[in-house]
């Protein structure tokens, strides 16, 4: 990549969900971003992956609050 112009910042291996799952009901949005910024504000956890599928109208509810 570099031979063809492209800078790297940062090299390092994601996982990514083959299949994704959305998650449409509010509350239930509210509950798995509180569990997953729980477990990321963790000292022991380095790394959080998760296949759940929020609207732009749930994030941006869950986002102001």
Do not use: C
């Amino acid at each position: 990549l570099e031979e063809r112009g492209y800078e790297l910042e940062i090299a390092e291996i994601q996982k990514l969900p083959q299949n994704t799952i959305e998650v449409t009901d509010e509350d239930h949005a509210r509950k798995i971003a509180k569990l997953i910024e729980t477990m990321e504000d963790h000292d022991d956890v380095q790394n959080v992956s998760s296949n759940h599928s929020f609207s732009e109208e749930i994030e941006a509810k869950i986002a102001s609050e």
